[in-house]
């Protein structure tokens, strides 16, 4: 008779080697089940995710909306308390127009002031020709 080197202990080691090589035979179904789902699992989370980033979308955008009616907010108050100057208000798009007018207009004066003093010269220099041929 031959001695294991386990002992006393070698028949519940049989048994237990017995039952691992059972173990894939035992939970093969559902190892199956569970392999031929994870694409549906897969698109389940990605379906997930795609929604989770569409809703931080939206919630950032809001956000952003929220901060630039803040800063516009700010500024609004600040102009009115004399602190800073107001921009962006009709009033100020008004003021704009009439500077950019005036700015217009006065380019072209300059512009018709030149021409003319031109002319002018011109016409002086004319005017002397003709009185020294006579």
């Given at each position: 008779?031959?001695?294991?080197?386990?002992?006393?202990?070698?028949?519940?080691?049989?048994?237990?080697?017995?039952?691992?090589?059972?173990?894939?035979?035992?939970?093969?179904?559902?190892?199956?089940?569970?392999?031929?789902?994870?694409?549906?699992?897969?698109?389940?989370?990605?379906?997930?995710?795609?929604?989770?980033?569409?809703?931080?979308?939206?919630?950032?955008?809001?956000?952003?909306?929220?901060?630039?009616?803040q800063?516009?907010?700010?500024?609004?108050?600040?102009?009115?308390?004399?602190?800073?100057?107001?921009?962006?208000?009709?009033?100020?798009?008004?003021?704009?127009?009439?500077?950019?007018?005036y700015?217009?207009?006065?380019?072209?004066?300059?512009?018709?002031?030149?021409a003319?003093?031109?002319?002018?010269?011109?016409?002086?220099?004319?005017?002397?020709?003709?009185?020294?041929?006579?």
């Amino acid at each position: 008779m031959a001695t294991s080197p386990y002992g006393t202990y070698q028949p519940m080691i049989d048994t237990l080697t017995q039952q691992q090589a059972n173990l894939g035979a035992t939970y093969q179904p559902q190892i199956t089940t569970l392999q031929s789902s994870l694409p549906t699992i897969g698109q389940k989370y990605k379906s997930m995710i795609d929604e989770l980033n569409r809703q931080t979308g939206v919630e950032q955008t809001q956000l952003g909306k929220e901060q630039v009616q803040q800063v516009g907010s700010a500024k609004a108050q600040s102009a009115a308390a004399g602190v800073a100057p107001v921009t962006g208000t009709p009033e100020m798009a008004v003021q704009q127009g009439i500077n950019t007018a005036y700015d217009t207009a006065k380019t072209n004066l300059l512009g018709q002031t030149a021409a003319q003093t031109q002319q002018y010269g011109f016409a002086q220099t004319q005017e002397e020709q003709g009185v020294q041929k006579m």
